[in-house]
């Protein structure tokens, strides 16, 4: 069983801009992990510039801490997309 680590480059998720699906990606993760409060908080932050994309990248990575393989890809799979997409 693969689990993902608390390590910062442990993961990484496409679309977290909602390009494609109809919400941010962290933000999806988050709510879903009961972090909504730690992911609007940082996404209050780097709207108002007073923390860089890279910072905000680093704070939210704890919200991926102890979940397998496995439950990564099942949220991913269930992540709103923008329809035809």
């Given at each position: 069983m693969?689990?993902?680590?608390?390590?910062?480059?442990?993961?990484?998720?496409?679309?977290?801009?909602?390009?494609?699906?109809l919400?941010?990606?962290n933000?999806f993760?988050?709510r879903?992990?009961?972090?909504?409060r730690?992911?609007?908080?940082?996404?209050?932050?780097?709207?108002?510039?007073?923390?860089?994309?890279?910072?905000?990248?680093?704070?939210?990575?704890?919200?991926?801490?102890?979940?397998?393989?496995?439950?990564?890809?099942?949220?991913?799979g269930?992540?709103?997309?923008?329809?035809?997409?």
């Open positions: 693969t689990v993902v680590t608390d390590k910062i480059s442990g993961i990484a998720i496409f679309d977290s801009d909602g390009t494609l699906i919400e941010n990606s933000r993760f988050a879903a992990r009961g972090r909504q730690l992911s609007d908080e940082l996404e209050s932050l780097r709207y108002d510039d007073k923390i860089t994309s890279g910072e905000y990248n680093r704070l939210i990575a704890p919200i991926f801490a102890g979940m397998t393989e496995a439950e990564v890809l099942d949220l991913c269930k992540i709103p997309t923008i329809e035809g997409i």
